[in-house]
């Protein structure tokens, strides 16, 4: 079955970096595009970011540009947020999704990895 493991959240102060992981299995990760979701308390679930299959193109939320970039490694079925520049508005639960097409398109989710960032 489709699995996706998320891990590398923690607590941090403002300034710092993260780098999220996200192990996938149970589907040809290398067909898939990959995205990284996250929810805050109180507020819907957002995309962050995007990267098609191959990883030659990427889609950022505009909060997200020039901080947080988008990654993968289709050899160890692993996809990546580096966060950097940490504000407390970054705090959130961060979702790593696939888009696996069977006989129609379903999206799958991670159980989520918690960032927090305070002082």
């Known amino acids: 079955q489709v699995q996706l493991v998320e891990s590398g959240g923690g607590l941090v102060q403002p300034g710092a970096s993260l780098r999220l992981s996200c192990a996938a299995s149970g589907f040809t990760f290398s067909s898939s595009a990959m995205s990284w979701y996250r929810q805050a308390p109180g507020k819907e679930r957002e995309l962050v970011a995007s990267?098609?299959?191959?990883?030659?193109?990427?889609n950022y939320a505009d909060s997200m540009k020039g901080r947080f970039t988008i990654s993968r490694d289709n050899a160890k079925n692993t996809v990546y947020l580096q966060m950097n520049s940490l504000k407390p508005d970054d705090t959130a639960v961060y979702y790593c999704?696939?888009?696996?097409?069977?006989?129609?398109?379903?999206?799958?989710w991670g159980q989520g990895t918690q960032v927090t960032v305070s002082s």
């Open positions: 990267i098609t299959s191959t990883g030659r193109s990427t």
């Open positions: 999704n696939a888009r696996v097409s069977w006989s129609f398109s379903i999206d799958y």
